[in-house]
């Protein structure tokens, strides 16, 4: 049965490179029929180290960044980032780009790992390795990244295997459940489930059975038209001029609270300008709404028809 059971892992669905027994006989070793198979077999002919070894080019690596180690370390532990990326066989087709960012991973985990804590380097590395696989499978997932947060990665991969859990329980699987088995907030299971449900949409595709009408008909352009930018610059222009005219009848402790507070890009406290001009804080606030509503009389006056004033008052 174990022969069989390696004959079609051969044959057909490519195994971790562990896995695969040796191939010879008297033609030789077979050719891989794939690159996938090549890359198998090369994995498959790189010796392991001994623990000493190991040891002794981590030291090398940790104490004198030594490339030459580094690259010893990754080229014979390939056969983990192979391995974990079989574990994902199912989630990702393309086992060729799982396995590369297995090694990227794999790198980052030699890159961080410290010799003198007594654990193996291949236990060490199997997070780092597994990290960048998952992070990979849910950026690649579909054309729209759904898992932009460490807590929506986690959820992505394991949200549905709970849910299961759950019901093969007898539990029903609500949102507050499944918040609290993942320590997170029923609005971001929501959101999850939502997308693992949802698919991607082409922007081609026919609203109606005609076929008139597509996605990118009623999808609007959020950007300003270059007409719409002129006439706003036109605006903050015009503004800015009228507040500069307005400025120039004020005494100095209201145009401070306009230029140092109101308008500034970095503006003072209530606080700053009081101690300028020997104030309390509250005298400050109470002149500061006195200045906005002149100001605003004033604008008004200036340009009729102006309605927004989001950019005086800072807080």
Do not use: C
Request: hydrophobic share 35%.
């Amino acid at each position: 049965m174990q022969d069989e059971k390696d004959r079609r892992e051969i044959d057909g669905e490519a195994a971790p490179p562990h896995a695969l027994p040796e191939r010879t006989g008297n033609a030789g070793p077979l050719a891989p029929s794939d690159p996938l198979q090549y890359y198998l077999s090369m994995v498959r002919s790189i010796p392991r180290l001994t623990p000493d070894e190991e040891h002794q080019l981590a030291v090398r690596v940790r104490e004198h960044n030594d490339a030459d180690a580094a690259l010893k370390l990754v080229t014979a532990n390939l056969w983990l980032a192979v391995s974990i990326a079989f574990e994902f066989r199912n989630q990702f087709q393309n086992m060729l780009d799982l396995i590369q960012e297995g090694n990227i991973g794999l790198m980052r985990g030699i890159q961080k790992f410290d010799p003198f804590k007594g654990v193996p380097l291949p236990a060490y590395a199997t997070y780092w390795v597994r990290a960048y696989i998952i992070k990979y499978i849910l950026d690649n997932w579909r054309l729209v990244r759904v898992g932009t947060t460490n807590t929506r990665r986690k959820l992505l991969y394991n949200l549905n295997k709970a849910t299961q859990e759950l019901r093969n329980a007898g539990v029903d699987p609500t949102p507050k459940r499944l918040a609290a088995h993942f320590s997170t907030t029923e609005d971001e299971v929501r959101e999850v489930q939502k997308s693992l449900t949802a698919r991607d949409v082409s922007l081609e595709t026919p609203l109606d059975a005609e076929g008139g009408r597509t996605y990118t008909d009623i999808i609007g352009d959020a950007r300003p038209t270059p007409a719409t930018e002129v006439e706003a610059e036109e605006m903050i222009g015009m503004v800015k001029r009228h507040i500069a005219d307005f400025a120039k009848g004020l005494k100095d402790s209201d145009r401070a609270i306009l230029e140092q507070r109101l308008m500034s890009e970095e503006p003072l406290t209530l606080s700053q300008i009081g101690e300028q001009f020997g104030v309390t804080r509250e005298a400050v606030r109470q002149a500061e709404v006195r200045l906005m509503k002149r100001l605003k009389t004033y604008l008004q006056e200036k340009i009729p028809g102006i309605s927004d004033f989001s950019f005086i008052g800072r807080g």
